[in-house]
Structure formats: C-alpha cells, structure tokens
C-alpha cells in the first residue's frame, strides 16, 4: 500500500539555524516525491520535487530535500531557518501505478523562534 | 501568476442537504483533483479526472460524491445528503499534465464545510 508518514506534528527551530522535517513513504514501483507548504486559511504551495536524478533536489524558498532509497526517506531541509518559515508543511507521494492519486502526509507544523 | 479559485469560501449546510463545491481550475490545465482534509487530520485524495471522467478515485469517493466539470471552467464537487463526518476544508488541485512529465499540482484555498 502506498503512504506517508511525517513522524514529527510539529518542529520548533530558532531562526538562522538549520531545519529538517522529516518525511517517510511506501510505494509500489518508482517514488515521485513532492513538498507542500500550508499558510493559514491558504492552499497548499508546492515547494519542491523528486522525479529521478540527483538525490538532493533544491525548490522554493531556499528550501531543499534529499532523497534516500534505501532509508525510504524525503526529509525537507534549509540551512538557516526564517521566521516566515513558519508553516505547516506537507510530504507526498504520487502512486506507483496510479498515476493521478496522490497520497500526503498528516503534516508537520514549523514553528521557527526569532 | 495564475491561481486555482474555490466559491464558496465557506459553506454551511444542514445535514441530509445537498451541497456543490465549486473550483475554478488554471485555464489550460488538464487535470483536476479534489482532496479533503478534516479538521487536524492529514490532506486525503478525494478523486481525479480528466478529460471528462473520473481517472482516479480513492474509497472514502463513493455514492455520496460525484465531479462534474459543467462548462470549460468550473469543476465541481457535489455531496448528496451531507453527514455531519462531511464537515472538512476541500481543496482543489489542477495540473497542466498527468501521466506524462510529473507536474505539481496547483491548489486553491479551499472551501471550508460545516455540517450542521
């Protein structure tokens, strides 16, 4: 069965420090990867993708993710967390075989400290 | 830059009503998808569709639930008879491509459901 998992329901960084948020998956076939940002009462914002290719992806934001196949994981990273990081972001997978059902993570929200 | 937009922002219906959630998709994407998300829970794929049907949909997408896409912009999601469980925000999603090369999907703000 296809799925996500973001283990942590919130992460709380001091700006200008590192931020990772985690996120694990299962599926069948090849992983698609994506991140997802939520802002209060706003949709998801996409941030960044794993398709194929080098394991560590740059998006959005000055965000970044790195992809590892053998631990089935895509966590999120940045180098120096800003305040208006501050978010709830969003891991998700694409099925392997279904191509148009996508499956997302409960969440992880951000809270970064000035 | 182009923006997928929801209407109603928020709806409130009494249970056993019927409701229709409106989307109107970015205008040359092909895909539409609908996702709920219940207060606290995670974002879950709702449906699918393409081309004038329904190209996936997950189990929670059953009788209760049908997509129309009415004209060459709206995207609709009707709900019959409303359970007080239906209260969620419902996010639609459009993407340019499908199978093809992986885009993301572009998300409106919601439309948040209250069922009373």
């Known amino acids: 069965a296809q799925s996500v998992a973001q283990p942590e329901d919130q992460v709380n960084v001091a700006e200008g420090n590192p931020l990772t948020v985690k996120c694990t998956y299962s599926?069948?076939?090849?992983?698609?990867l994506f991140w997802y940002v939520q802002y209060p009462n706003r949709g998801l914002q996409f941030l960044l993708k794993?398709?194929?290719?080098?394991?560590l992806v740059k998006g959005s934001y000055g965000f970044e993710a790195e992809f590892n196949k053998s631990q089935t994981s895509f966590h999120l990273k940045k180098p120096s967390a800003l305040v208006s990081d501050s978010a709830l972001y969003f891991c998700?997978?694409?099925?392997?075989?279904?191509?148009?059902?996508?499956?997302f993570g409960s969440g992880t929200k951000l809270n970064v400290k000035p | 830059e182009p923006e997928v937009t929801q209407t109603p922002s928020h709806q409130v219906t009494q249970m056993g009503q019927e409701v229709i959630l409106r989307c109107v998709p970015i205008?040359?994407?092909?895909?539409f998808y609908w996702y709920r998300q219940i207060l606290g829970q995670k974002v879950e794929f709702l449906v699918s569709?393409?081309?004038?049907?329904?190209?996936?949909k997950s189990e929670i997408f059953d009788d209760q639930f049908s997509v129309e896409r009415p004209d060459g912009s709206n995207f609709t999601l009707k709900i019959r008879s409303t359970k007080l469980e239906d209260s969620a925000m419902y996010f639609c999603?459009?993407?340019?491509?499908?199978?093809?090369?992986?885009?993301?999907?572009?998300f409106g703000d919601g439309t948040r459901l209250s069922i009373l």
């Open positions: 999603a459009s993407t340019l491509t499908g199978t093809g090369e992986v885009q993301p999907q572009h």
């Open positions: 998700a997978v694409r099925d392997g075989y279904n191509f148009n059902k996508f499956y």
């Open positions: 794993y398709i194929t290719g080098d394991n």
């Open positions: 205008s040359n994407h092909l895909y």
């Open positions: 599926v069948s076939g090849n992983p698609y």
């Open positions: 569709f393409y081309n004038n049907e329904i190209s996936e």
